[in-house]
């Protein structure tokens, strides 16, 4: 239903405007009074990169941090990684991730990226304090924030918004009534526009999103995901339909597909109730950080790579690694 409404396929949006109205007059004024210095902003002593949506919803921006993360070490570049920690509660923060870290402490995209790339990663509400805990443990040249675009108290170097290509802005109007956090027109003071999906539009960089073989999540086994038997596909991410298509695309046989809240948390009953003898259970690799503690031997996860093609990401690589040497 939320989906309908946001695309503008459902007449109800006209009843939730007044209250994107209000949405878009508080965020508005929010902006407004950092601009005007009414409000502090902290800078960090290294440069931020702040890698953020301006619509509520998965658009594919974490697979964007790791890339980013990947492509600076391999660089040279000393990078460290700060997030909200959605979905995760602390009993203290900020909180250093290690690896036994629980993503039910610090949530999983920020498990996920830990994971995936080695690099120090910190959690806090307050993300400049999830900073100085990573400057203080870390000699680090760069700090990239996994979304925050809207965290106006901490100043940013470089600002790179990640666009959902197919679905786009919607309907174009503030929450709840449409996705949008800010406008579109957002978009001219950004760094780097990042599509995933679609067609890139103008200046924005065109992305896809590249499966892996699955792995299994006991075994650490590698298998392409069409050789998997009777699939029961689940996904817990802001968009699941993306995680089905691309199990279509692959050729996989789904049998049951299992879309589930971003965020949400899994409870180990639960999930193995979603398989009966015979069945494979395929779940996102942002899923699989969660359940690790508690696998079963036919559940397998299928992680997904991105792939930005043209001349602009090496560009922006550049400008990052100048920043970082700057």
Not at 103 to 123: F, M
Not at 247 to 270: I, N, R, S, T
Request: aromatic residues 6%; charged residues 20%.
């Amino acid at each position: 239903m939320i989906a309908r409404i946001w695309s503008g396929e459902s007449p109800l949006w006209w009843l939730l405007l007044p209250l994107s109205w209000l949405y878009g007059l508080v965020s508005g004024a929010i902006h407004l009074s950092y601009r005007l210095g009414l409000r502090r902003t902290w800078r960090s002593p290294v440069p931020v990169v702040v890698v953020g949506n301006l619509t509520a919803g998965g658009n594919g921006k974490t697979p964007v941090v790791i890339w980013l993360v990947e492509q600076l070490k391999k660089q040279g570049i000393r990078v460290g990684v700060v997030s909200r920690g959605y979905g995760g509660k602390a009993e203290q923060y900020p909180l250093l991730l290690t690896p036994h870290t629980s993503t039910a402490e610090a949530g999983d995209e920020p498990v996920l990226i830990y994971q995936r790339t080695g690099a120090p990663v910190a959690v806090s509400p307050k993300r400049r304090d999830a900073v100085q805990a990573l400057l203080a443990a870390h000699s680090l040249q760069l700090i990239i924030t996994d979304d925050g675009l809207q965290h106006y108290a901490l100043a940013r170097d470089k600002e790179i918004v990640v666009v959902d290509g197919v679905r786009r802005f919607g309907n174009g109007w503030w929450l709840p009534a449409g996705p949008m956090r800010e406008r579109e027109s957002r978009l001219h003071s950004v760094d780097a526009v990042i599509v995933n999906g679609g067609k890139a539009q103008g200046d924005e960089i065109s992305m896809q999103l590249r499966p892996g073989l699955a792995v299994n999540l006991l075994s650490g086994e590698r298998k392409d995901v069409a050789m998997l038997p009777a699939l029961v596909a689940m996904a817990g991410i802001g968009h699941p339909p993306r995680f089905f298509a691309t199990l279509e695309q692959c050729g996989a046989q789904v049998e049951k597909q299992v879309p589930l809240a971003d965020h949400q948390a899994l409870v180990p009953e639960e999930i193995a109730a979603l398989t009966i003898p015979g069945q494979t259970l395929i779940m996102t690799e942002k899923d699989a950080v969660k359940c690790r503690a508690f696998a079963k031997e036919n559940w397998w996860y299928l992680p997904v790579d991105a792939e930005l093609s043209g001349e602009q990401p090496e560009q922006l690589l550049r400008e990052l690694v100048a920043l970082a040497k700057s």
